[in-house]
Every structure is written in structure tokens, then in C-alpha cells.
């Protein structure tokens, strides 16, 4: 992320941590690099214009066919991960007004 004055507030009042990588995504969280389990209510994927999704696998996300069906940025049978340039989202406009909708979604959904 770029370091400007809105990730410096979010960085001195706790809520922006940069972290390493996760080395797995679980059910109900992820797995962190040294073992330790992090709990998570939702987990957004900034996908871009190639979908790598692979690390997401053993969600089981996908249908029978193969694809990752979606309802707006949220994938329809997981509604706790969202995937903003992922689908009809991956143009630069349709990925702005994802990531608006995806923020909406993940406050109506959460303990905020």
C-alpha cells in the first residue's frame, strides 16, 4: 500500500497491519507463515486481471463446472469472501464500484 495520510492514520490507530503472506485459508480463518491461526469473518482478494486463486482451494469455492459462482463481489457460497476484480468486476471501473459494494457488503455482514 502506498503510505499516505489515510494508511498512516489507519497504521497508528491499529486497524491497517502489515503481515506476511498466510500460507493457507481455512474455514474460519487463515493459517499464518509460523503455524499460528488468525480468525477471520471475511477475507477480500484484490484478484486483478489474472485470477489466482489457487490458494483458495481448499474452500471449495468452485461448483461442478469449475467455476466460482458469484452474487455481486461476494461468491455465492461463501459470503465471507469477497473477489474484487474477479468475474464482471475486472475492468478498472467495474473494479472501483466492487470494491465500493464489497465494503458495504463486509460491514452490513460484520461485527463493526
Do not use: K
Not at 59 to 64: A, F, I, K, P, V
Request: net charge positive; charged share 25%.
Amino acid at each position: 500500500l502506498p503510505r499516505n495520510q489515510y494508511t498512516r492514520e489507519a497504521h497508528d490507530r491499529g486497524v491497517l497491519r502489515r503481515r506476511p503472506l498466510f500460507t493457507a485459508v481455512e474455514p474460519d480463518g487463515v493459517r499464518e507463515a509460523d503455524g499460528s491461526f488468525t480468525p477471520l469473518d471475511t477475507i477480500v482478494w484484490a484478484t486483478g486481471f489474472r485470477a489466482a486463486l489457487q490458494h483458495l482451494e481448499p474452500m471449495r469455492l468452485r461448483n461442478q463446472l469449475g467455476a466460482i459462482t458469484m452474487r455481486g463481489t461476494q461468491v455465492a457460497g461463501e459470503p465471507r469472501v469477497h473477489l474484487i476484480g474477479y468475474g464482471t468486476s475486472q475492468s478498472t471501473v467495474g473494479a472501483n464500484r466492487a470494491g465500493r459494494e464489497a465494503v458495504a457488503a463486509i460491514v452490513r455482514q460484520s461485527r463493526f
